[in-house]
């Protein structure tokens, strides 16, 4: 069983940065691939930032420039470092990770941290 656990959120000040953790425990963690999402209220979950086995990376639009993902293969952990933080990224982030069981993809998330930008 996967378990992901995030940590790093809380409230910062437009244009402050923030670096959110997600730690991976598992029998056998070899995701497909790792990303972050967020939810802000009344919107749908959409996705930030991600990392496909092989390290091609992906990010939202309206995050690049100012959003970096990296994992830590060795800690098991993702990371993303925000910068330029604005109000409108706040929101719940979530970390994902995609793994494969047997010939199906399965999806594992986090419990999700809050980030708050407001002044």
């Known amino acids: 069983q996967v378990q992901l656990v995030e940590s790093g959120g809380g409230l910062v000040q437009p244009g402050g940065s923030l670096r959110l953790s997600c730690a991976a425990s598992?029998?056998?963690?070899?995701?497909?691939?790792m990303g972050w999402f967020r939810q802000a209220p009344g919107k749908q979950r959409e996705l930030v930032a991600s990392i496909i086995i092989g390290g091609s990376l992906n990010y939202a639009d309206s995050v690049k420039g100012r959003v970096t993902v990296s994992r830590d293969n060795v800690k098991n952990t993702l990371y993303l470092q925000m910068n330029s933080l604005k109000p409108e990224d706040t929101a719940v982030y979530y970390c994902n990770a995609e793994l494969y069981s047997g010939p199906f993809l399965r999806a594992y998330w986090g419990q999700g941290t809050q980030v708050t930008v407001s002044s």
């Open positions: 598992g029998s056998t963690f070899t995701p497909y691939t």
